[in-house]
């Protein structure tokens, strides 16, 4: 049986709870994959650093506002439809010759997946084991045509990958989770 994502002991409990929340969220709204948009509204829900990450009140109104309107019609477009920004090439071009999709996301979509393998190589150069939300919300918005940073952009939240990376920068090497 292939390994699932909230069995995967380097994710830990905190987003083992992301990871159901936004399969539970999948299948709700009748989407066959689990996408990048699903896991940053579930990331908003449970991760209070990934909440200050993204900005004040105003900003998680807004942003809360477009996912929860997805399965009622903001997001109706991509029912059916699987999410390909063509993150999946990348993935296997930065994994080397005879890459394959990750086993524990099975279900999910080639952007979903990319941005966990982003997530966990962004933990490894931290020289860490443990991925935080805030890694996953970087590897969500290091994808510029994902759903996720579609519906970051229409909130009007538009500098948060850059704000990421210049915390990872600032935080490598000194063992602290990037904030």
């Known amino acids: 049986m292939a390994a699932h994502l909230d069995d995967d002991a380097a994710l830990g409990a905190e987003l083992a709870a992301v990871v159901a929340g936004a399969r539970r969220r999948a299948v709700r709204d009748g989407d066959r994959q689990i996408d990048t948009a699903h896991l940053l509204h579930s990331l908003l829900e449970h991760d209070p650093e990934v909440r200050a ?39 296997s071009a930065t994994a080397g010759a005879g890459a394959r999709e990750p086993k524990d996301t099975a279900g999910w979509s080639p952007a979903a997946a990319a941005a966990l393998s982003g997530a ?44 990421l990376a210049a915390g990872a920068e600032e935080c490598a090497g000194d063992g602290d989770p990037v904030r």
């Open 120 to 163: 966990r190589e962004r933990v490894r150069l931290r020289g860490e084991s443990r991925v935080t939300g805030v890694d996953l919300l970087a590897a969500l918005t290091a994808d510029p045509g994902s759903r996720a940073v579609e519906v970051l952009e229409r909130a009007g939240i538009r500098d948060l990958n850059t704000r």
């Open 53 to 91: 990450a993204v900005g004040g009140p105003p900003q998680l109104a807004r942003l809360l506002g477009y996912l929860v309107q997805r399965s009622i019609g903001y997001g109706l477009r991509w029912q059916g439809s699987v999410e390909d920004s063509g993150a999946l090439a990348v993935l």
